[in-house]
């Protein structure tokens, strides 16, 4: 069965660190793979996605994600934190194979940035 | 519109009680996807449809819940007899070609239901 798990359900990060959010997907054949936001009180929106091409995804607002099939990660960056980047990060998973249009999500990572 | 647009934002309801909720698609998006966020967890597929194809109606959790979509425009999420394990918010997301095409989902912001 599809399965995204995220490593923690909270991460808490000062304005200018790093910002590392955990993705580990299961799926025997490498399946396209997502990283989704949602700011307080918004829709979710996708900040980047890994469909086959580079392995290192760059995304929206400076975040970045890479793929590593020895792994099965999709670990989310980025090198500086913003307080505008607080905000809940869902990372996702599709087949490459019948089963078009389902995404598989995560349960959430929460981000907050302390000044 | 220039996004997906849902309603009602929040709805309260009664246990037993039928609701509808209401979905707008970007025009032109060929594909509509349902999810179910309930609190603390990750976003649960219900249903996805694409143009003119059968709808996909795995993820519906009980024969409680159905959906419809008109053409490629409106689609609506039918609670029957709502129970308190319903209380979620529903999310509405479309999609130009479907996954394959684009990846990308565009999502609206949400009903929240809750049943009391």
């Known amino acids: 069965a599809q399965s995204v798990t995220q490593l923690g359900s909270h991460v808490s990060v000062s304005e200018g660190a790093l910002v590392l959010l955990r993705c580990n997907y299961s799926?025997?054949?490498?399946?396209?793979l997502f990283w989704y936001v949602q700011y307080p009180n918004q829709g979710l929106q996708l900040l980047l996605k890994?469909?086959?091409?580079?392995?290192l995804v760059k995304g929206i607002n400076g975040f970045e994600a890479e793929f590593k099939k020895s792994e099965t990660s999709f670990h989310l960056t980025k090198p500086s934190a913003h307080m505008s980047d607080a905000a809940e990060y869902f990372c996702?998973?599709?087949?490459?194979?019948?089963?078009?249009?389902?995404?598989?999500f995560g349960r959430g990572t929460q981000l907050t940035v302390w000044p | 519109g220039a996004g997906v647009s849902q309603s009602p934002s929040n709805k309260v309801t009664e246990k037993g009680k039928d609701v509808e909720l209401r979905c707008d698609p970007i025009?032109?998006?060929?594909?509509l996807y349902w999810y179910r966020q309930r609190l603390g967890q990750g976003l649960e597929f219900l249903i996805y449809?694409?143009?003119?194809?059968?709808?996909?109606k795995s993820g519906l959790p009980s024969d409680r819940f159905s959906a419809e979509r008109t053409g490629e425009s409106v689609s609506t999420l039918t609670i029957q007899r709502t129970q308190q394990e319903d209380s979620a918010v529903y999310l509405c997301?479309?999609?130009?070609?479907?996954?394959?095409?684009?990846?990308?989902?565009?999502f609206g912001e949400g009903s929240r239901l809750t049943v009391l």
């Open positions: 997301a479309s999609s130009l070609l479907g996954l394959a095409n684009t990846g990308e989902l565009f």
């Open positions: 799926s025997s054949v490498p399946p396209y």
């Open positions: 890994y469909t086959s091409a580079a392995t």
């Open positions: 996702a998973q599709a087949d490459r194979g019948s089963t078009l249009g389902r995404l598989y």
């Open positions: 025009s032109g998006h060929t594909a």
């Open positions: 449809f694409q143009g003119n194809s059968a709808p996909d």
